[in-house]
């Protein structure tokens, strides 16, 4: 046996005791695993900005921030000056300290969900090292980030990766309070402390998550009582009941909306029709956790699950129940959307560790097979990006894009797959960086490609040729039309002229259209307010209307001129006002 596995099974023989003597983990390790964990950190970080804010969703979460760094509001979400309440505060705050300083742009917006990702691999590797030593720490933490799901939602503006990060501390720090009984008073302080700053950011599904994962495990160990205690409960008031109250003075419906419709009728009813097949999330699953999906189970045998000694390993049997039991409360609710399983990923992260670590038994056979699928799954891609049959069924301007982005991962999936299978078991960080580079460099191969999506699913190219036109005093009218990112790029909300307000994306404004359409300083008004607009034009203003509404587009078509269209959008204008040879109200000359 070497040294090192003779350290292996030394650990997992050791006293009962979690932590070491003065309570801090060693996460000092290889330099070869410090460079990988540089290279991802600048793979996932330098182009984060580059391309434009996409609608529906990044759009509208930016433009909320936008504006409550603008009203210095830091309380009240909204959207458009309008009451947000389909999310809580947290991460529209983080990005509006961001804009602060760097100003409204999609770097700032989309930086805190990168942090948070960051941060829980920080989190993974001090955890990691405890349970794994430090070699294990290291691992978990680059696995938790080289992963598709991980590097897609850590770039874009969405509150999952927040919600991730405060998840996993929970859980973690759960878990040492069960471990350290003399310290489980602070522990558990912070494991509470966390689940109520993730309930302001995606609401009561932070204790949620926890609770099905820990409490099972609690009960079956014996040490429910160490999850709970009486600072505990007042550090979670102090964190949660003041926003509640405040947004209630202001929103007195604000508490009913919140746990009636966004919590329980999302998890149990189709209201919001985001529902999906029991194994809708087993296809994300597998690819959004690549290559480490086919590497986990693929090493995750009956022996892994005991200590060299025949003893049942606990800590792999509490990250099963990490993984499975929130998969299974997923796939059961009505609620589907590809971001929710993202606080899996530290648990899948934390199992490769494990299996890492045991190289005697489990390592090599499941890195070859891992090796062997991701040579399989590269040489696909490469010719998949040389068929023209196929490539040519997108539109024109992708098709350079696609071809570039899916033969480059398709050749550093063959590298990586081949130095993966055939590398010495001694080089095992070679294998991980054979295995992680190609999924860090996504965001470098698909850049192009998301730069061109960009041009279609953002309207940062309209707001470069509007805002010229937008006199002053002048507005921006939608006309049954709302793009968040116009919104956002402008830094203007838009007076929406609408008959249900589905053109905001939120189930609450909807619900409360009534409420806010023509009322006194609202930016929602009825139908019949933008007819009036058209045909009563304030000098300045200009009108926003989407391609598909010929009806509308052909009104404003003969009244003003065309500013832009770029296929999902129309802009007109602007008003001239009535002096000769301009465009009248009654867009006569």
Request: glycine share 8%; hydrophobic share 50%; net charge positive.
């Amino acid at each position: 046996m070497s040294a090192h596995e003779a350290n292996l099974s030394s650990a997992r023989n050791a006293a009962p005791s979690f932590l070491n003597g003065n309570g801090e983990a060693d996460v000092r390790a290889p330099f070869g695993l410090v460079l990988l964990a540089l290279a991802g950190l600048v793979a996932m970080s330098i182009t984060l900005g580059v391309h434009p804010l996409f609608d529906p969703d990044e759009g509208r979460n930016a433009e909320v921030s936008r504006g409550m760094a603008a009203r210095n509001d830091y309380v009240l979400p909204k959207l458009n000056a309008l009451p947000y309440l389909d999310k809580p505060v947290l991460y529209f705050a983080a990005a509006a300290g961001f804009m602060e300083i760097l100003g409204p742009t999609a770097t700032a917006a989309r930086l805190p969900a990168l942090l948070f990702a960051l941060a829980t691999s920080g989190v993974l590797l001090w955890f990691g090292s405890k349970l794994f030593g430090v070699e294990g720490g290291w691992i978990a933490a680059i696995v938790s980030a080289a992963n598709p799901l991980m590097i897609a939602f850590s770039r874009i503006v969405i509150f999952d990766s927040a919600l991730t990060f405060f998840v996993t501390v929970a859980v973690v720090f759960f878990y040492v309070s069960m471990e350290e009984g003399d310290a489980r008073r602070r522990w558990s302080v912070v494991a509470w402390g966390a689940m109520a700053l993730g309930i302001l950011t995606k609401g009561p599904v932070a204790i949620l998550l926890p609770a099905i994962i820990v409490v099972p495990f609690a009960i079956w160990r014996g040490s429910l009582r160490r999850l709970m205690n009486i600072w505990s409960v007042i550090l979670f008031a102090a964190i949660v009941v003041p926003w509640l109250v405040a947004t209630s003075l202001r929103v007195p419906d604000f508490l009913e909306y919140s746990l009636v419709t966004e919590t329980v009728n999302r998890v149990t009813t189709n209201q919001l029709q985001r529902t999906g097949p029991f194994w809708y999330f087993v296809p994300y699953l597998l690819v959004g956790l690549f290559p480490w999906s086919i590497l986990a189970p693929a090493g995750l045998k009956r022996k892994t699950l005991l200590r060299v000694d025949g003893r049942r390993d606990e800590r792999t049997i509490f990250l099963l129940l990490w993984l499975l039991l929130p998969f299974l409360f997923f796939s059961i609710s009505q609620s589907k959307r590809p971001q929710y399983i993202l606080p899996l990923v530290p648990a899948v992260a934390l199992l490769v560790a494990r299996i890492w670590m045991d190289r005697t038994r489990a390592w090599l056979p499941a890195r070859r097979v891992t090796g062997i699928v991701m040579t399989a799954c590269g040489l696909a891609f490469t010719i998949l990006g040389t068929l023209d049959r196929v490539i040519t069924l997108v539109r024109p301007g992708l098709i350079a894009p696609i071809r570039f982005g899916v033969i480059s991962l398709g050749v550093l999936l063959i590298l990586g797959g081949v130095v993966a299978s055939v590398a010495p078991a001694s080089r095992w960080v070679v294998v991980l960086a054979a295995i992680a580079i190609p999924i860090f460099a996504l965001p470098l191969v698909l850049q192009r490609l998301l730069s061109e999506i960009g041009e279609t699913r953002s309207s940062s190219t309209i707001a470069i040729r509007v805002a010229p036109s937008i006199g002053p005093g002048g507005q921006l009218i939608g006309l049954n039309a709302y793009s968040p990112s116009l919104s956002f790029y402008l830094n203007r909300e838009t007076q929406l002229s609408s008959s249900r307000a589905e053109e905001l994306t939120s189930n609450y404004l909807m619900s409360q259209y009534a409420r806010y359409a023509g009322t006194p300083g609202s930016t929602l008004h009825p139908v019949e307010w933008g007819g009036e607009q058209v045909f009563h034009c304030r000098k300045g203003n200009v009108f926003l209307a989407t391609v598909k509404d010929s009806d509308t587009t052909r009104v404003l078509a003969d009244r003003f001129p065309l500013i832009t269209d770029d296929g999902e959008y129309a802009v007109y204008g602007p008003c001239r006002g009535d002096s000769p040879g301009t465009f009248t109200a009654a867009g006569e000359r």
